[in-house]
Nanobody
């Protein structure tokens, strides 16, 4: 059974930083991509960052240069380092993996950035 569990969310002032972590279990071989998405109140879920098995990364324009995604070689964790946080980064953040052609999601962790 594939499970993703996020941690590290919280409240921070603008300009601060947080590190989100996502632990993956039940899926060792066959993960092709991993990433983080977010959903702010009243808005659609949007992709924030993604990392492919080969290590290439993609970022949303709004976070490029401030956020960094990383994963361990075993594919058991995917982290998101978030620096220079802004109030507009406030959202529920979800980690996800693409495993054998299917997407799996975590339960989400709240990030709140105050001005």
């Amino acid at each position: 059974q594939v499970q993703l569990v996020e941690s590290g969310g919280g409240m921070v002032q603008a300009g601060g930083f947080l590190r989100l972590s996502c632990g993956v279990s039940g899926a060792i071989f066959g993960i092709s991509d991993m990433g983080w998405s977010r959903q702010a109140p009243g808005k659609q879920r949007e992709s924030v960052a993604a990392i492919a098995r080969g290590g290439s990364t993609n970022y949303a324009d709004s976070v490029r240069g401030r956020f960094a995604i990383s994963t361990d070689k075993a594919g058991t964790t995917v982290d998101l380092q978030m620096n220079s946080l802004r109030p507009e980064d406030t959202a529920v953040y979800y980690c996800w993996i693409r495993y054998v052609g299917r997407d799996y999601w975590g339960q989400g962790t709240q990030v709140t950035v105050s001005s």
